[in-house]
């Protein structure tokens, strides 16, 4: 494995929407590479911590504490199958105790937390409620992230694609006990499920909480539609675009609209991102159908209260996404990051990355290609494994970089490649060669 691989200066470029390096760590150990299921990993003052599944499928988490050499593993009992919505997440509190979750898909909970802040590994143990058991039964998308001053959250979704809705916790560190983090669920809409950009609220530079979404009217990937915008300083009281209080849940207000597309017209959960310009305004980037079959990335700026939307024309993928479980997207939008000259966006498609810089956004948007590397394959064939790279949650210089099979819809691969296994690396990023 080289890191100066084409495929992983191109994976590196679409996480970082620059031209950015790997540079090898360590090897943690070998995970599966016949699933595509996210592995996890913080960074803390009292050393690394990942969480992965090991080559037994089994989960497995090891740390390494600062000034030691050797990894320490704890396995927990939980075993993945072939489903791409198993992702682990890991989240840390204030007094040092890990939280983990993983492999939940419509599932019960599966949860794990360190009952010993001085041994955070060797004390993690199964728990089998955060707060409301029967609200846990069916959990997909967990979740962790910080609040103001530290705060351990929990997001999640309870139910099922079609028919759930978001839910925060708030981790009590003088209970060392979850709440619920607010009275009713966060979003929540009569025979739909909302699917937000990273499944969570982010902070924005306004130190406010936002977050964007769709709405989906069933497991089918093409009955996404209504692209969704709120605010909130505290997670708790959320606000419109145009600063109007709502009412939680938030559900199918008309303030809550940012592009009102249908079912149909090319809005896709997990390719709506949002960041921010460098004087703090949101903007979501996402795609829409401009004819059956061809999508084109279109970029929603707030102004004043209201949304403008522009589209690039430089950039057209004929893709005509439809069914169920987890897809090989033929186009995936990545990385928004704010730079002095404006924001730019790694965007990946069937020939490679473009990242795209976006300006102008008081008086017209404009749209120009600052880096393409391009993936061109014989025939036009898609490998049938890829590079994947997912961030330290605690400092973006650190990223989990593995190798696996591709998302299929959630079922068993072949014969031939069942029981695949290769190398989960912890790397550091380079310096930037080039970007905004």
Known sequence: MHLDDPALVSVAAFHYASSARFQQVETVGLTVADLYATPASLSHERGQVVAYYAADRELTIAMKPAGVKDWRRVKLDVFVDYDSHADIVLGMDTSGRIHACANMHAS??????????????????????????????????????????????????????????????RWDPEASTWQAGTQTSLVSRAGMSPYLDQYRPLLGPDAMFHMAW?????????????LSYARSPDLEHWFAADGAALQLPLGAS???????????????????????????????????????????VHVAVLRRGAWTVSSW???????????????????????????????????????GVRIVQITGFDDGISFEEVLRIDEERPGGMRSESAWWSVPDSSSEELALVWQADRPRRDIEPSHARRGRVGPLLLVRRAARIASC
């Open 108 to 169: 019960p909970l599966v949860y794990f937390r360190s009952e010993d802040e001085d041994d955070p590994i060797g004390s993690i143990r199964r728990v089998e409620k955060m707060v409301d058991h029967a609200r846990e039964q069916k959990m997909t998308y967990p979740r962790f992230f910080s609040g103001h001053a530290d705060e351990l959250w929990f997001a999640f979704r309870a139910g099922t694609s079609g028919d759930g809705d978001v839910w925060l916790y």
């Open 214 to 226: 769709v709405w989906r009217d069933s497991p089918e990937a093409e009955s996404n539609h209504t």
């Open 254 to 296: 008309p303030s809550l609209v940012v592009d009102g597309a249908l079912s149909g017209e090319g809005l896709l959960n997990n390719n709506c991102r949002l960041g921010f310009t460098s004087t703090g305004a949101p903007l979501i980037v996402y795609h829409k159908y401009i004819r059956p079959g061809v999508l084109q």
């Open 313 to 351: 024309s430089g950039w057209e993928v004929a893709w005509a996404f439809e069914g169920r479980g987890s897809l090989d997207f033929k186009l995936e939008i990545g990385t928004v990051t704010g730079g002095q000259g404006g924001v730019c966006v790694s965007l990946r498609g069937p020939n």
